[in-house]
């Protein structure tokens, strides 16, 4: 139900998003078949591409030609899905998206050769690109994702952390490149440089919402639904914003203390989550995350007229109020 | 140009490459970054034989550098223990390496060598994964992805700032490098991927690991030294010093 509301959503860009998936495609052709293997197993778990989308709906604003967009839209893509994959190894995880991982389905060596080499596909297909400022965007965002990614290890099985550290983490870790994707398409588009801005801060606001929703399903999906079991991102050590928000409640603490002793049955992990799910902590991230909605959302009413705001909005209302 | 002259070259780059990647987090629990010095030196040879060298040609060497760190960083990535702190650090060395040569690359509008550089990972992200595939390949195929993995993105900077004619002795001198390390290995009684690689290729040529490691390593060590010797623009003190690396190395391996 929830991806068909995003493919009505997405239906008036079908054509291009269609160009994008077979470029990706293309993108991740290889030479080796055990690469292409592991790289259309990632394609075939599909994905929201909401990357791309914010590249193509930043660029509507300016000179729009799916052809230069799409220089921009799959790399980015790519950098996100490179990620995801070395993200796997370092978690040892075994499912996304309902699908084995790529270190599960082959092993560790295999995934983080995969990853590196999606990376540098990326790379490879925006020097179709040759304007520095558009890299320049992409390598500072990639080198902040990686210094996000060291912060959330150091900060993982921690709870003398406060918000403050939360939302830096989730900035690094999510909001910059939906920020970025916002910005290069606009910059590639060559719009001026006062919508850049706004489109920038649109999605950094974005980006900030829709992470607290993930961390808030992590909790409140099915295993199914999620396609690993709910809780993982607590069970890995990292601390989302439910969870922070409880972390000294007195009912609470005994499950902490068997997950962080690696202790915890799996009769004790559907009690806890039980337990996550009828707090009031759900509700507080909620609000957390309409905060920064809505904060989006005036960045959209700083834009200057364009019938893309509309767009916009309603692609941020959905990632903000999504159910998977 | 002498012996110190050449080390103090490597080891100014080095020192280049460690500032450039500094992150404390990072080295706390994965040390500096991995570096060959082998590899530093041949991707030296054309500023020690006084081609032009502009503070391009040596940002772009540090960033040569920093792409073999980042790779290696991940050949060192295990299979058990996979959640240990030092590993997931690992992990994220190698992205902040990768991201860190684009972003020095980027500020500086040095797009051509981006996309030079990132074709090269490909390739020997390519090369690399083929111990894992089931396909059979001859011995000189794996000679081949040695080669590509050891010096194929030198091989690249090479062919934009036209120091090609490098080329041959680079790649001859770091593929005998990996198999004298592939051997004494192997002699040790150690098994790497690619020396089962080898071996099974070996095997059902029928011929053994031995010989062909020891034969292609003096095949390539005389043609090399023939190379050096027919290098009209070597200079006569690289050419020395470049066939004095070969001699130590003959007898190292004799020895």
């Known amino acids: 139900m929830e991806k068909m509301k995003l493919k009505l959503l997405y239906s008036d860009l079908k054509s291009d998003i269609d160009i994008i998936e077979k470029e990706l495609e293309k993108a991740v052709n290889s030479s080796s078949d055990l690469i292409n293997d592991a790289s259309l197993h990632l394609l075939q778990a599909g994905g929201k591409r909401i990357r791309p989308i914010f590249v193509l709906l930043g660029a509507k604003f300016g000179e729009y030609d799916i052809d230069k967009m799409k220089d921009v839209a799959v790399p980015v893509e790519l950098i996100h899905m490179a990620s995801l994959v070395h993200d796997d190894v370092i978690d040892d995880s075994n499912m996304r998206r309902g699908r084995p991982t790529v270190k599960s389905q082959w092993n560790n060596r295999v995934a983080m050769y995969t990853g590196d080499f999606i990376f540098a596909r990326a790379l490879e297909y925006i020097t179709k690109l040759e304007d520095p400022l558009v890299h320049q965007i992409l390598a500072r965002t990639m080198v902040e994702i990686c210094n996000g990614e060291v912060i959330q290890i150091e900060d993982k099985f921690r709870l003398d952390q406060g918000l403050k550290d939360y939302f830096r983490r989730i900035k690094r870790k999510t909001a910059l490149l939906i920020s970025s994707s916002c910005e290069l398409g606009a910059v590639a588009a060559g719009v001026d440089a006062k919508t850049v801005r706004h489109l920038k801060r649109f999605g950094y606001f974005v980006g900030m919402s829709f992470q607290i929703i993930d961390d808030v399903l992590d909790i409140m999906a099915t295993d199914k639904e999620l396609g690993k079991p709910a809780g993982s991102d607590l069970l890995q050590g990292n601390i989302t914003l439910p969870i922070l928000l409880l972390k000294d409640d007195p009912e609470m603490q005994p499950y902490l203390v068997k997950v962080f002793a690696g202790t915890l049955t799996e009769t004790e992990r559907q009690k806890m989550l039980r337990y996550v799910r009828k707090s009031d902590a759900i509700e507080q991230a909620n609000k957390m995350s309409d905060k920064y909605l809505k904060k989006a959302l005036q960045e959209i009413d700083a834009l200057p007229k364009h019938p893309v705001k509309k767009k916009l909005r309603d692609v941020a209302l959905f990632m903000g109020k999504r159910k998977f | ?255």
């Not at chain 2, 390739?123 to 111990?131: G, L, Y």
């Open chain 2, 1 to 255: 140009m002498n012996a110190t002259y050449i080390q103090n070259s490597i080891a100014q780059l080095k020192t280049e490459i460690f500032m450039d990647v500094r992150h404390r987090t990072l080295q706390k629990y994965t040390g500096v970054p991995v570096l060959d010095e082998n590899q530093l030196f041949y991707l030296l040879v054309p500023f020690l034989n006084g081609e032009e060298w502009q503070q391009e040609q040596r940002e772009a060497a540090i960033t040569v550098g920093i792409v073999y760190a980042a790779l290696a960083t991940h050949d060192h990535i295990k299979e058990f223990d996979a959640t240990s702190k030092e590993q997931q650090l690992t992990v994220l060395a190698g992205d902040f390496y990768s991201g860190r040569y684009y972003e020095i690359l980027a500020m500086s509008g040095n797009v051509a060598l981006i996309r030079s550089l990132s074709q090269g990972i490909v390739a020997r992200c390519e090369h690399q994964i083929k111990v894992y595939e089931t396909e059979k390949r001859t011995i000189e195929q794996w000679f081949d992805s040695i080669s590509n993995i050891e010096s194929g993105l030198i091989s690249k900077f090479f062919e934009l700032y036209s120091f090609s004619e490098y080329i041959p002795i680079m790649e001859k001198s770091l593929l005998i490098l990996r198999l004298e390390r592939e051997w004494a290995t192997y002699r040790r009684g150690q098994v790497t991927s690619m020396s089962r690689a080898l071996e099974e290729s070996a095997r059902y040529a029928g011929l053994t690991y031995n010989d062909v490691i020891q034969n292609k390593i003096v095949q390539l060590k005389t043609e090399l030294l023939q190379v050096i010797e027919n290098a009209s623009f070597l200079q006569s003190d690289v050419k020395q010093a470049l066939q004095a690396r070969v001699e130590a190395s003959i007898a190292s391996t004799n020895g």
